[in-house]
């Protein structure tokens, strides 16, 4: 039996999220933390690795940087945690975006 992943029920339409950008292949929605002023994620509408989305970035790389350039014209910062040891907390692919602020050399 499959898990259950919230990203996949965001691309079906049975949860709801903040949608800022989608096409046929990427949705870029608002995350639900809040750790900075702007914090986004770029998500591939198939479900995949991040092993997967960073050996071939294609469309979600393009809508990343599109949405991070509308929304952070100051800067952003993209950051992509991939398995257990770096904190990743959905296996289905995905890219933060995190910007609206000065991001420092601790942030």
């Given at each position: 039996m499959p898990r259950f992943c919230v990203f996949c029920e965001i691309v079906a339409g049975r949860e709801p999220a903040d949608v800022l950008h989608e096409t046929d292949d990427v949705i870029v929605f608002r995350n639900r933390l809040r750790w900075v002023?702007?914090?986004?994620?770029?998500?591939?509408?198939k479900h995949m690795t991040q092993?997967?989305?960073?050996?071939?970035?294609?469309?979600?790389?393009?809508?990343?940087?599109?949405?991070?350039?509308?929304?952070?014209p100051g800067g952003y910062r993209f950051v992509s945690n991939?398995?257990?040891?770096?904190?990743?907390?959905?296996?289905?692919?995905?890219?933060?975006?995190l910007g609206g602020t000065f991001l420092g050399e601790y942030a």
């Amino acid at each position: 039996m499959p898990r259950f992943c919230v990203f996949c029920e965001i691309v079906a339409g049975r949860e709801p999220a903040d949608v800022l950008h989608e096409t046929d292949d990427v949705i870029v929605f608002r995350n639900r933390l809040r750790w900075v002023p702007v914090m986004l994620l770029a998500v591939p509408k198939k479900h995949m690795t991040q092993a997967e989305l960073w050996a071939d970035m294609g469309p979600v790389g393009a809508a990343a940087v599109k949405v991070a350039q509308e929304q952070c014209p100051g800067g952003y910062r993209f950051v992509s945690n991939s398995g257990y040891d770096g904190m990743q907390s959905q296996d289905h692919a995905h890219v933060h975006i995190l910007g609206g602020t000065f991001l420092g050399e601790y942030a």
